[in-house]
């Protein structure tokens, strides 16, 4: 009983990845990035680092709480659920060491804050890529 | 009504004021435009209650808290409970300012609200800030939060080793630099200040010249940290004062007679030895941890070098908590050793002769043997419990701790009465809702 539970979840649990949006990190193709590591990109993420590693600044922008695009990010890419990543910035806000990413309403809106600001880093669709963008991870 | 009760009640109306403006303030940093706040109001809180089967002593949140669970009351609030608010102010892209106010059951027995952090950051570059005024604390791996409930996975960091330098706060300057290593990103963190938190019981503790030094290198989903702090530091209590004050008189008395000076002697020196006054005190700590996915691991290792009444000690623990969905089970384990020392005090076989200071020079050495016992705390617990993470900002805790004491202590209790049998051990389950707001 409890395999066949398993193999079921096993089984949805890939449809689900399959179906789900494949995420990326991107700049402005006007920045000098072209790429960066899974852990420089949580490093950005998590507030530890404020540059990319050639010592541009660095300015994470995020997606609305609710968004399944921003989800995706951080299960799989940062490593963390939601309530993981509240806990992480209750941390630093209740020191002054820092603030969580500023959050755009849109997918467009985050995607047109990059084109504008070749510090800002976000993540989008992969389907929304053209040559305005860089994709730095992954 | 007194100076202190109006500038309580000051701070009274102050801080509920802050919280109302709070609850009527929308989140600052979900705004969608290019603006950066000017001014933020957040807060943190607990709700909690612990209850100790140890009924000659109290559970209790440290040194600060007067009483708790076990003797004093069956289910105390108390232990876990507290409400921080924060303001933060930025007055130009590299100055900023942050206060926060915490309420917490205290030395004076009430929850007034108090300064925890008040200070002005300058931040000369994205990697390199000053802080000056009143800021954290860095001895611990959680020292940044270990108030905030909600960004930890224990209802409170294990008392084993964070009871070794329960200061949080500290009135000075502080430094941080962090600097790219490969891929990981390590920061430097340096302060040196005062601090001067008041005791239950009238009793105070004064640090001067506390300096600390304190590494932090993140790696992915590993951090391991390093720190280093030292001070000179007065420490009064009302108990050991009296103790203190006794062999002095005691000495000066008996030195007086003839033929009992020797005797005079031992009691002056002791009274010299634990006299708790500019003793330097120094803390090393090491720790690490592995945050990813479902799993998080934590181990630290403290070692305090006492000085007077507080013995040398070390402490440890581990941690590790697996999350299944909103629910995160966890397990501790948690050891803390002090050096176990004795005096053999004044001879009362010189006093002899005459009996009724004999039987004080006894008294006085029992009371010297007590405070040593008390400042020699040793015990390892084991603790089980889960975070639930039910709704937004909002965690539910449940914790099981076993405590076992060692022989002549009273471990991690405070408020000791009496008829305490030293040793045993000591069951307690707390609960507690942590929230962010």
Known sequence: ?138 | MKHSDIFSAVRSAVIAAVIICGAAVPFANAADDATKPIFALRGFGTLGIVHSSEKNADFTSGFFEPNGAGYTRSWAPGVDTKLGVQADARFSDKLTAVLQLVSQHQYNNTYEPRVEWANLKYQFTPDFDIRLGRTVTTQFMVSDSRMVGYANLWIRPPREVYGLVPLTNKDGIDANYRFAVGEATNSVHVSYGVANPKLPDSGTVKARNYSSLANTLNYGPITLRASYSWGRVHLNTPGTDALLDGLTQFGNTVSAIPGFAPAGRQALNLANKYRFQNKPLSFLSFGASYDRDEWLLMAEWAGLNGASILADSTAWHATAGYRIGTFTPYLTVARLRSEKRSETGISTAALAAIPPLAATAATLNDGVNRALAGGAPGQKSLVIGVRWDLIKNTALKAQYDYMILDSMSSGRLGNVQPNFQPGGKVNAISFALDFIF
Request: glycine share 4%; proline share 5%.
């Open chain 1, 1 to 138: 009983m409890s395999a066949a539970v398993l193999t079921l979840y096993l089984i949805t649990s890939a449809i689900t990845n399959a179906a789900s949006a494949d995420v990326v990190a991107v700049v402005s193709a006007k920045s000098s990035v072209t790429s960066l590591t899974a852990y420089q990109l949580t490093d950005i993420y998590l507030g530890r680092s404020a540059r990319f590693p050639d010592g541009t600044e660095a300015i994470p922008c995020d997606l609305a709480e609710n968004s399944p695009l921003r989800e995706e990010f951080y299960t799989k890419i940062i490593g963390k659920s939601r309530a993981q990543i509240k806990a992480h910035w209750s941390k630093l806000i209740f020191t002054g060491r820092g603030q969580p990413p500023r959050e755009m309403a849109t997918d467009a809106g985050a995607k047109q804050l990059v084109t504008e600001n070749p510090n800002v880093i976000c993540y989008i669709d992969r389907s929304q890529v053209d040559n305005s963008v860089t994709v730095l991870f992954p």
